[in-house]
């Protein structure tokens, strides 16, 4: 994006047409909008945004506040490199936080690829969004208020060089900004990242609002009556003008024989209404690609994916066309959010969702009734284990996992499994056989990660407690142990015959 601009409209307010079509006039290609209507944080996109379109959408929502952005751009769009940009997700893949970043940001723009700078700082800042969420129990209220704190307002206008602006929108109706430059104005009906001078133009000129009230007759005089019905006035009468002009001279109607072009056939549009919901498969196609297709339709993989007789709800137009979910933003603007609530479709929950038949079944026969990783598990675990996100997150966490006073104000901040279960210790869990600990993670996968992570802190603490005293010159407490297994070995001879 070559140059953009972050609009934050409050609740039961209007921005007025005149900044919008000034703010249209530099950034006139696309679009994007953020805000929470029911509980849920709606993220759209769309290009060759109108300023009439745009007021008219503003006014059916304007009990909500929204934040939208605008942008030009200098080559083929991708509507997946247009703020705003979902950071944080729900199992569910909702949205719980968005960003819009605005601005130049140079460190995060890469030679090769077709998103811009922005793109990649979204992309940056995912980790540290989701581990810092995670920190708090994924309580957002929580997330929101640490990520105000002075040194992340610091982190974030690094970001940026000389001129840049990062807009947080969090499900709990939270809107922050990180503000660095000049450009931006606070204003009665919400704020703006530029003004494109709107503001000085309006301190200079102190009737602008008249002028303002003028601009809708002049806006009618365009579509008025016909030129042949305006009466002349009198000079154009005294020059004969308003007389028909000669026949020679007259320009002839076309012969009777000419056939005339047929009128062209008004455009219809299609409304909310004509949107019907169909039952249909996903087409033929590889996994990968049938997984991309119901993605594209309904916003989400489902866990019936691999099925290849399951039927889908979708959308569809009156001619049939089964319509995308960019298409119908593309279609109904801010608006859609009304179509997805009007008409819901009802689907399969998505794939690793936590419902009751997302379970592993339970009942079927254990293959591998030792702790033993099969060659399948082990390339997958090689693969989870060297993925480029995952050892950024190690490397993120090796304060964590070095240090027993961070392990201890971890492990007090999460109640391990047992206590979660109001048990006094985990003498019972830590009696179980592999065999029912495998069970017991058919049952319910996510109740097993809980465990594994309880025991995993009850084992970092544990050893890090002993590295700690040994650190600090404790190492007797531990010769005795060595000293009485040292001497049996020494007595068979073994040793001395090496030597």
Same mark, same amino acid.
């Given at each position: 994006?070559?140059?953009?601009?972050?609009?934050?409209?409050?609740?039961?307010?209007?921005?007025? *047409?005149?900044?919008?079509?000034?703010?249209?006039? !530099?950034?006139? %290609?696309?679009?994007?909008? /953020?805000? @929470?209507?029911? &509980?849920?944080?709606?993220?759209?996109?769309?290009?060759?945004?109108?300023?009439?379109?745009?007021?008219?959408?503003?006014?059916?929502?304007?009990?909500?506040?929204?934040?939208?952005?605008?942008?030009?751009?200098?080559?083929?769009?991708?509507?997946?490199?247009?703020?705003?940009?979902?950071?944080?997700?729900?199992?569910?893949?909702?949205?719980?936080?968005?960003?819009?970043?605005?601005?130049?940001?140079?460190?995060?723009?890469?030679?090769?690829?077709?998103?811009?700078?922005?793109?990649?700082?979204?992309?940056?800042?995912?980790?540290?969004?989701?581990?810092?969420?995670?920190?708090?129990?994924?309580?957002?209220? *929580?997330?929101?208020?640490?990520?105000?704190?002075? !040194?992340?307002? %610091?982190?974030?206008?690094? /970001?940026? @060089?000389?001129? &840049?602006?990062?807009?947080?929108?969090?499900?709990?109706?939270?809107?922050?900004?990180?503000?660095?430059?000049?450009?931006?104005?606070?204003?009665?009906?919400?704020?703006?990242?530029?003004?494109?001078?709107?503001?000085?133009?309006?301190?200079?000129?102190?009737?602008?609002?008249?002028?303002?009230?003028?601009?809708?007759?002049?806006?009618?005089?365009?579509?008025?009556?016909?030129?042949?019905?305006?009466?002349?006035?009198?000079?154009?009468?005294?020059?004969?003008?308003?007389?028909?002009?000669?026949?020679?001279?007259?320009?002839?109607?076309?012969?009777?024989?000419?056939?005339?072009?047929?009128?062209?056939?008004? *455009?219809?549009?299609?409304?909310?209404?004509?949107?019907?919901?169909? %039952?249909?498969?996903?087409?033929?196609?590889?996994?990968?690609?049938?997984?991309?297709?119901?993605?594209?339709?309904?916003?989400?993989?489902?866990?019936?994916?691999?099925?290849?007789?399951?039927?889908?709800?979708?959308?569809?137009?009156?001619?049939?066309?089964?319509?995308?979910?960019?298409?119908?933003?593309?279609?109904?603007?801010?608006?859609?959010?009304?179509?997805?609530?009007?008409?819901?479709?009802?689907?399969?929950?998505?794939?690793?969702?936590?419902?009751?038949?997302?379970?592993?079944?339970?009942?079927?026969?254990?293959?591998?009734?030792?702790?033993?990783?099969?060659?399948?598990?082990?390339?997958?675990?090689?693969?989870?284990?060297?993925?480029?996100?995952?050892? *950024?997150?190690?490397?993120?966490?090796?304060?964590?996992?070095?240090?027993?006073?961070?392990?201890?104000?971890?492990?007090?901040?999460?109640?391990?499994?047992?206590?979660?279960?109001?048990?006094?210790?985990?003498?019972?869990?830590?009696?179980?056989?592999?065999?029912?600990?495998?069970?017991?993670?058919?049952?319910?996968?996510?109740?097993?990660?809980?465990?594994?992570?309880?025991?995993?802190?009850?084992?970092?603490?544990?050893?890090?407690?002993?590295?700690?005293?040994?650190?600090?010159?404790?190492?007797?407490?531990?010769?005795?142990?060595?000293?009485?297994?040292?001497?049996?070995?020494?007595?068979?001879?073994?040793?001395?015959?090496?030597?």
């Amino acid at each position: 994006m070559s140059q953009g601009v972050i609009i934050i409209k409050k609740a039961n307010a209007e921005v007025p *047409k005149d900044f919008l079509e000034l703010a249209l006039q !530099s950034c006139p %290609k696309v679009w994007g909008a /953020a805000f @929470v209507d029911k &509980g849920v944080l709606e993220i759209m996109h769309g290009e060759n945004p109108v300023a009439e379109d745009l007021l008219k959408t503003l006014d059916e929502f304007k009990d909500i506040g929204i934040t939208l952005y605008l942008g030009d751009s200098t080559s083929a769009t991708n509507l997946k490199g247009v703020p705003p940009f979902p950071l944080i997700e729900t199992d569910d893949e909702e949205p719980l936080v968005a960003i819009i970043p605005e601005g130049n940001f140079p460190g995060y723009a890469k030679e090769k690829s077709t998103f811009p700078p922005a793109y990649h700082l979204a992309e940056h800042l995912f980790d540290d969004f989701n581990a810092s969420f995670d920190m708090v129990d994924k309580n957002l209220d *929580k997330f929101m208020g640490g990520i105000e704190k002075d !040194s992340f307002k %610091k982190k974030m206008n690094l /970001a940026s @060089v000389s001129r &840049g602006y990062i807009t947080v929108i969090a499900r709990n109706n939270q809107v922050i900004t990180f503000s660095q430059g000049e450009t931006a104005k606070d204003f009665d009906w919400g704020w703006c990242s530029n003004t494109f001078g709107y503001g000085a133009e309006k301190k200079e000129e102190p009737k602008a609002e008249p002028e303002k009230k003028g601009g809708m007759f002049s806006r009618r005089s365009t579509v008025r009556e016909k030129h042949v019905d305006h009466q002349p006035s009198g000079n154009v009468t005294g020059n004969g003008a308003d007389k028909s002009p000669p026949t020679e001279t007259a320009i002839k109607a076309p012969e009777s024989g000419t056939p005339k072009p047929p009128p062209k056939e008004p *455009k219809k549009l299609v409304v909310i209404e004509d949107i019907t919901i169909k %039952k249909m498969k996903i087409p033929p196609m590889n996994r990968k690609n049938r997984a991309n297709w119901i993605k594209e339709k309904i916003g989400y993989k489902p866990n019936t994916i691999d099925d290849v007789n399951a039927e889908y709800e979708v959308y569809t137009k009156p001619d049939g066309t089964v319509l995308s979910r960019d298409e119908i933003n593309r279609l109904f603007g801010l608006s859609a959010a009304k179509l997805f609530d009007e008409k819901k479709l009802t689907n399969a929950p998505p794939l690793g969702a936590q419902t009751e038949n997302q379970n592993i079944d339970s009942s079927k026969e254990v293959i591998q009734p030792m702790p033993i990783l099969s060659g399948s598990a082990r390339e997958r675990s090689k693969r989870f284990i060297s993925d480029e996100r995952i050892l *950024k997150l190690i490397s993120e966490n090796s304060e964590v996992i070095t240090d027993p006073d961070n392990v201890q104000n971890t492990e007090t901040k999460i109640p391990p499994h047992w206590q979660q279960l109001g048990e006094k210790d985990s003498s019972q869990w830590d009696a179980l056989p592999f065999l029912e600990i495998e069970k017991y993670g058919r049952a319910d996968i996510h109740a097993l990660a809980v465990l594994a992570y309880s025991w995993k802190m009850r084992a970092l603490k544990a050893e890090h407690s002993i590295k700690s005293k040994i650190k600090d010159g404790m190492k007797d407490q531990l010769k005795p142990v060595e000293a009485e297994a040292e001497p049996p070995k020494k007595a068979r001879g073994m040793f001395s015959r090496a030597g």
